[in-house]
């Protein structure tokens, strides 16, 4: 737990059941709306910012919004992953190398939101934002465009801090449930989050694969059952069929090692190929 969640400082905490209701100015749960309106599901992509610059990196990710993606994913670059596979290790640590900056995200994201209609997000380990400090990295965020966070090393049971940041900034919560968690914690994931559950198709790290695991249909309706706002399924996602595989059931599909892959093999132009083949537009 936190400092504070273990002095009982805070209104929010998993340890007391309690946390913010969900934001009702959503970018992200109306873009999830949309698209179940639509009778499809969202199409999520994810690239690292600062690879192969800073630029090329917001130039792939506007190609990604005007190709066919509904909601970008932004990656923060950091030394120490534990949930990304070696093809977006090897591109976060060549933006590391590079120069790369926490100021260069936001800048990202600003440059982005103004460019495209998609809603962007942020994926972030945790140490990074407790660097910067919780409140003024959300307050930064927001600023920008941003919508929320992707946070695969913050459980709920430690996010006090967090759960009074995003709801005073007006940012959603995207935790991650794996096949592995019990109900228990399927019910304390689902209500500590908004926007969507981050539900991770397989175990072990990012990386495309020839099919996708059919336990992430029984994860996406157990998440359903403990009162989810959505569901999202990620990892291993890297063709149109996976999108229409996982699509059939899930709110929204999570693709990342193969775009990255089609950035460092063709730049951002092939970003917006693959994207729009991974959208059904060609």
Known sequence: MSHIDFQD???????????PAPNPNSKLAACLAECKAEGRAALIGYLPVGYPSVDESIEAAIEMGKNGVDIIELGLPY?????????IQRA?????????????????????TAATDAVVLVM???????????DRFAEELAAAGGAGLITPDLVPDEAADWFEASEKHGLDRIFLAAI??????????????SGFVYAVSVMGVTGA??????????????????GAPAACVGLGVSKREHVEEIGAYADGVIVGTALVKALAEGGPSAVGALTRQLAGRE
């Not at 400082?9 to 946390?19: L, P, Q």
């Not at 972030?124 to 919780?134: D, E």
């Not at 694969?209 to 403990?226: H, I, K, Y």
């Open 92 to 112: 976060t640590v060549e933006a590391i190398e590079k120069g790369f900056r926490t100021d260069d995200l936001f800048h990202a994201v600003r440059e982005i």
């Open 79 to 87: 030394s120490d992953p534990v949930m990304d596979g070696p093809v």
């Open 9 to 19: 400082e805070t209104r929010y905490s998993a340890r007391k059941g309690s946390f």
């Open 209 to 226: 694969r020839s099919s996708v695991n059919t336990a992430a249909e029984t994860l996406v309706s157990d998440l359903r059952a403990a």
């Open 180 to 193: 592995s968690s019990s109900p228990e914690r399927l019910a304390l994931i689902s209500q500590a989050s």
């Open 124 to 134: 972030t380990y945790w140490n990074p934002v407790l660097r910067r400090g919780v």
